[in-house]
């Protein structure tokens, strides 16, 4: 097995060898891979209430459980006859003789237990207001299930129905505890992890919808709505590229076929291959082409950028976490229905494997063939951006409506997943009803502050309940609260925080922040280590994404300067300026020594009253000559954005190097890039140009 975090061995052997009782909560806790853990106290079954039977299809057994929730639970087939483990949440008792349908899918390495609850509040964050008991309270079935390929591990909150997990003989037992019987959705032979393909667990969740909406007939099959994490985020986009479900009625006519009116994605992607091997190059819709960078066109089966630089303790903590929790699919097992596009065999470790060894990708533009394989299929079956469904949906003239939700201080789907989504379906109508939040929630680093969940999440119910009888045209905004760090001393000095608004994502700025640095350097010896590497990457030393925890504190350079690392500090600041956007470093260079190589960027601020800088934001280029760029140009190094809020005095450094491990992979070839003067551009709030010389 090839995937390996660079640098970081006992992190990654760690994962690999975690011990079988340590809960799916966990965080790595130093470069040391030092595993924590918690108890979890789950609520049980009420034996107030005798279970009763859910009607056929489901034929699922019942129980009340606290908070007056009434769960079917147990194991249902799938289109495939593939067994897949179900909870449906039963609407409160007089809110209504019609019931719309919510569908909510679990991050990765998660299960159906993680959006559901026993209390409106639910976590007090990412799931306040919005679970399982406060969308049954509101007069909804709540549809959640462990997606095929995954165990079912059990509860991880006080606040999470002990919902039993289906016990089909032919699925794994869970890692936790020792010795458990078979639970979840990991079965053989083809109940295997496929990350969202569209022909399989999309198909899944069409599927168990219908049968939901066949068994209850109160269920509204005009009032359908989604919404999930992580991995269920980008199921979430996926589902709304397809709002018609009639696939289920197809494979039986007896099930009914479903709209999709809503989608609520949250921390998502909406382009697989640029959001785990970004490439940094300009998108190809109107405008800023920063806001729009992905694969490829969005008709193009992903073809027209580069393979990016892989982002390597992500894709490896990621696997190890499947691994652990689950079954990756391997090009082995049975087609899951009659061949379809996106049933082609899938081998996920062969595929992680050549992007963990890193480039060339390509020769002359021309991808080895199996870059060819991943290319394609991460687009066509696994991405919503690429998905024909929404030209589709402008000509029939119903658009599915969507409330992203984003992070600015996402390391894994960083803000553009849902910029580049906005900016596609405006262009097709700029009536579509699409909204996107961004603030400092999501994957690591983020601080996923408690108040700031209860704000998107009420945001969330107004879009919700407003478009789920029917979704419709209407001017949309794209807004953000800024990201506040408790170890910033200059927060007491700033300006009360402002939330933002706008009709663009770049149109939340007027106006631009320059630092210009002096002409420079930086080297790939191969062998070179950067600590602030170490510092700030998202999962050493911090966690894995299987479900969204705080952060304690915004991440802090270790080192002001290192070996083969160019670095600029910015004059002071004289005037407080606020930056809200993406931005980007644009770089005059030579390549010299490779014909390919990566070009990092690191954007931190000096506090002026004292203290460590703090990153505000980073980004990435992978240069691709001669077929995607010339070993002699310019290039413009997008970054991942943030709203930040810079104080007088603040001094403004920024990196770039080629070694940004272990977050980035590293080139393979020995290179140095020089350069003229760089020019650090990010938009700000303030409608003005302001440039500081930097040294």
Known sequence: MGIEVPDTTDFYEALMHRNPTIRRAFAIAGSAGVLLTGAVVASTPSAAVAPSQAPAPLSLPCAAYPGDDTICSGEVHSFDGSPLDVDVTVPDAGTGTTHPLMVMFHGFGNNKHEWESTTDDGDGADKYHWNSHWFAEHGYYVLTYTARGFTDQGTTRPDEPNTPAGTDPTCHPPTVPSGSSPAGSDCAPSGTIRVKNKDVEIRDSQYLAALTAAAFPDVDPNRVAVSGGSYGGGESWLQAADPMWTFPHSVDPTLPVLQLQVAIPKYGWTDLAYSLVPNGHPGFLPGDPTYSSSQGAPDAHGAGNPVGAAKASYIAGLYALGTTTGTFEEGTSPTPVKPAPCTAP??????????????????????????????????????????????????????????????????????????????????????????????????????????????????????????????????????????????????????????????????????????????????????????????????????????????????????????????????????????????????????????????????????????????????????????????????????????????????????????????????????????????????????????????
């Open 346 to 695: 899938e081998t996920f470790t062969t595929w992680l494997d050549r992007v963990a060894a890193g480039d060339p990708y390509d020769a002359a533009g021309v991808d080895d063939p199996v870059v060819a394989q991943i290319r394609q299929d991460f687009s066509d079956c696994h991405s919503a951006y690429y998905q024909p469904g929404w030209r589709a949906q402008q000509i029939a003239g119903h658009e599915t409506a969507v409330f992203s939700i984003q992070g600015w201080t996402d390391d894994l789907f960083e803000a553009v997943e849902s910029f580049r989504m906005f900016k596609y379906l405006k262009t097709l109508d700029p009536l579509w009803p699409v909204a996107v939040g961004v603030a400092d929630v999501g994957h690591s680093r983020a601080q996923n502050k408690p108040a700031t969940w209860q704000w998107l999440n009420n945001q969330a119910d107004q879009f919700l309940f407003a478009q789920i009888g029917g979704s419709h045209q209407q001017q949309t905004t794209v807004f953000s609260e800024p990201t506040l760090c408790p170890n910033n001393p200059d927060t007491p000095n700033l300006a009360a925080a402002q939330q933002l608004t706008a009709s663009t994502p770049e149109g939340l700025a007027n106006g631009t922040l320059n630092v210009v640095g002096p002409a420079g350097s930086t080297v790939n010896p191969l062998s070179a280590t950067d600590p602030d590497g170490l510092a700030t990457d998202a999962v050493v030393p911090s966690r894995l994404p299987s479900e969204i925890y705080p952060e304690p504190a915004c991440r802090v350079s270790t080192t002001p300067s290192s070996p083969g690392r160019y670095t600029a500090i910015s004059a002071p600041l004289t005037q407080a300026k606020i930056y809200v956007g993406l931005g980007s470093v644009q770089v005059p260079y030579t390549l010299v020594g490779a014909n390919t190589a990566t070009l990092n960027a690191r954007v931190w601020v000096l506090p002026a009253a004292g203290g460590p800088a703090l990153l505000v934001t980073r980004g990435t280029y992978r240069i691709d000559a001669p077929a995607y760029d010339s070993l002699t140009g310019t290039l413009r190094l997008p970054l991942y954005g943030n709203h930040w809020q810079f104080a007088v005095g603040d001094k403004i450094r920024f990196d770039l190097t080629q070694v940004d491990a272990p977050t980035y992979r590293p080139g393979n070839q020995p290179s140095t890039i020089t350069f003229g003067p760089p020019k650090l551009t990010l938009p700000t709030r303030d409608a003005d140009t302001t440039t500081l010389p930097a040294v």
